[in-house]
């Protein structure tokens, strides 16, 4: 059974900093382009940033030169996020799929962050 698990989540202040993992079970993650996404009450789910399975990383503008996204050993991926803004609160959710035509698509179950004025 394929489980995608993200941690990290929590309230943080204006300008401060978290790093959200998400751990794989049941498929390994070096096959996979693995993404962060996030959504808000009443809007769609946007691409947050991504990573292929060769370590090319692609980001949205509005977290361009704040948040990071890796790969590590552990069969997991992070997203450091700095200087967090009130924009950036949403549920954030961990996405891997197997790069090709209707590829294998798996979500985690999200996590909250919390950015205060």
């Known amino acids: 059974q394929v489980q995608l698990v993200e941690s990290g989540g929590g309230l943080v202040q204006a300008g401060g900093s978290l790093r959200l993992s998400c751990a794989a079970s049941g498929i390994i993650f070096s096959r996979y382009v693995l993404g962060w996404y996030r959504q808000t009450p009443g809007k769609q789910r946007e691409l947050v940033a991504d990573?292929?399975?060769?370590?090319?990383t692609n980001y949205a503008d509005s977290v361009k030169g704040r948040f990071t996204i890796s790969r590590n050993n552990r069969n997991a991926v992070d997203l450091q996020m700095n200087s967090l803004q009130p924009e950036d609160t949403a549920v954030y959710y961990c996405n891997a799929v197997i790069p090709v035509v209707g590829g294998t698509k798996y979500w985690g179950q999200g996590t909250q962050v919390t950015v205060s004025s």
């Open positions: 990573i292929t399975t060769g370590g090319s």
